[in-house]
């Protein structure tokens, strides 16, 4: 069946460097992918978006990169911060209606 | 502070029990969903309503019975449920079906079946 799956389960990063979280997806046929962030006794939090036709979307601090020719999905954060420790998901939206398919997630550790 | 408020935060119930879990959203939003999130599994759909009436039901076992009686309430009945069901339910909503995948969600009912 459709899947999107990450690379790795956990992150480790030194705070004040750059992390990069990585994700694959298998379903051709999505309209959005997403990216979401799980702060440990919280609920997902949505973080930036991006549509299929798109390859780039940069928001505050954080950038989602798309390539569909490998169906490769990340999220780059600058400067990463103790704040951002959080497990972090990819989604996809496949449009029409709201059915959102989330990866299993990447923990994020920020060393101080 | 969401806009996604769930009741209660934890939960724990012997498999003979009925107990409900309750969500409500302030945002003024059509659309509400049941999420079920195991410990390293990918949050997995339950059911979406849509301006009150129910668009997906993602073969959950009858055991978990939703229901919606406007777009700002959803609840969660729950009945003769298994170990297996111990998971923490999430709650999101959303502006309206088929946009991109936005979700607001609550900080989510943690239930402990025994």
């Known amino acids: 069946g459709e899947s999107v799956g990450l690379h790795l389960p956990t992150l480790s990063v030194q705070e004040g460097d750059n992390s990069i979280i990585n994700c694959a997806y298998s379903?051709?046929?999505?309209?959005?992918f997403i990216w979401y962030k799980q702060e440990s006794g919280k609920g997902p939090q949505f973080i930036i978006d991006i549509r299929s036709n798109m390859d780039k979307r940069q928001g505050q601090r954080v950038t989602v990169l798309l390539n569909k020719t490998v169906k490769h999905l990340s999220l780059q954060i600058a400067a990463t911060q103790p704040g951002d420790s959080a497990v972090y998901f990819c989604?996809?939206?496949?449009?029409?209606?709201?059915?959102?398919?989330f990866g299993t997630g990447t923990k994020l550790q920020v060393i101080p | 502070e969401t806009g996604v408020t769930q009741t209660p935060r934890h939960l724990v119930m012997g498999m003979t029990n009925k107990k409900s879990l309750k969500c409500e959203q302030h945002l003024g939003h059509n659309a509400m969903y049941w999420y079920k999130q195991s410990a390293k599994k990918p949050l997995e759909l339950m059911f979406v309503y849509n301006f009150k009436e129910q668009t997906e039901n993602n073969s959950v076992p009858s055991r978990f019975s939703p229901e919606c009686p406007n777009s700002s309430h959803l609840f969660l009945h729950l009945h003769t449920l298994q170990p297996e069901d111990s998971a923490l339910y999430l709650c999101?909503?959303?502006?309206?079906?088929?946009?991109?995948?936005?979700?607001?969600f609550g900080e989510g009912s943690r239930l402990t079946v025994l």
């Open positions: 379903n051709s046929a999505s309209d959005y």
């Open positions: 989604a996809e939206n496949s449009g029409g209606y709201q059915k959102v398919t």
């Open positions: 999101a909503s959303s502006q309206e079906i088929g946009n991109t995948g936005e979700l607001f």
